[in-house]
């Protein structure tokens, strides 16, 4: 008989969250695989706690690797515990490799479902719920940042993000670069601990404070596009920005294909736009920076 894989819920912040079962599970797993085991220590102490079963590392440098091993003991019987830092596992945190390997070997897969920090911060927001999209953290390089904004620039259901404190205002910067200074965010910090913030605004005005540094664990929530949105600027609007992006640096395919996401219009359209500009102005278009 197979055994079953539970996936728990942690504190995000204040202890006195965990969940009732956390403390049973904890105590009767036969393994307990914690994302960082010195965290598990602090969190079993405050519990009252201590666990019976074998207690190993799972994170992201050896998840690959002590995936097969949990998998094998879980064919054999034992229930397995996976716990990350804090919030949910799987949830920007290991999780769910070894749960697509388990469900893959017919194991029943549980949870005790507990705080997140995802649902926390867009309850807090003041933004709509009804519909939105997780998209964990953003690349640290600014062009993949940039990049990798642009592809969500008119997405209508509230954007959910985390970010590093030494990021923030960087990460801040390139959203009112790509989304508008004026959309609606907030910023959460420290969620459920003592020094705990919500700061509301726009995107322009949270960067510009979060220039003066900003410590803590935190959660961005960025008001999806408006129905009515970006998608219409002018023609003229449209040619001006590829020109912006083409004296910054950007090749014009590139920027054709940014400027086409921000407004949520086909690369076509904007294309023909820059096609005809250059039209009326007597310049023959370089084919070589069209469309490809």
């Not at 085991?37 to 690797?65: C, D, H, I, K, M």
């Not at 969500?152 to 670069?177: G, I, K, N, Q, S």
């Not at 005809?276 to 310049?283: R, Y």
């Amino acid at each position: 008989m197979t055994g079953t894989l539970v996936l728990a819920g942690t504190p995000i912040g204040d202890v006195a969250d965990a969940p009732p079962r956390l403390a049973a599970e904890l105590a009767g797993a036969d393994v307990v695989a914690a994302e960082d085991t010195r965290r598990l220590r602090r969190l079993t102490q405050a519990l009252g706690v201590q666990p019976r079963g074998r207690v190993v590392s799972y994170f992201e440098g050896n998840e690959a690797a002590r995936t097969p091993e949990l998998v094998e003991s879980l064919a054999g019987g034992a229930r397995v515990l996976l716990v990350t830092d804090a919030g949910m596992p799987s949830v920007s945190d290991p999780g769910y490799r070894l749960v697509a390997a388990a469900v893959e070997r017919g194991v029943r897969v549980t949870a005790v479902p507990g705080p997140s920090a995802v649902l926390t911060a867009l309850a807090l927001s003041g933004l709509p719920v009804d519909r939105f999209c997780f998209e964990g953290f953003l690349p640290r390089k600014a062009g993949e940042r940039l990049g990798r904004l642009r592809e969500v620039a008119a997405e209508r259901r509230t954007l959910v993000y985390f970010e590093a404190p030494h990021r923030l205002d960087d990460t801040l910067a390139a959203m009112a670069e790509v989304f508008g200074a004026d959309r609606r965010a907030a910023v959460c910090r420290e969620l459920t601990k003592t020094y705990e913030e919500v700061r509301r605004g726009g995107l322009g005005e949270l960067a510009a404070w979060a220039a003066e540094g900003v410590r803590g664990e935190i959660t961005v929530v960025v008001e999806g596009a408006p129905e009515s949105g970006p998608a219409d600027l002018d023609a003229a609007e449209l040619v001006r920005r590829v020109r912006v992006r083409e004296e910054a640096g950007e090749r014009r395919k590139e920027a054709i294909a940014a400027v086409a996401a921000e407004a949520g219009l086909p690369k076509r359209e904007v294309f023909d736009a820059v096609v005809a500009a250059k039209n009326a102005e007597g310049i023959r278009p370089n084919a070589d920076k069209g469309l490809s």
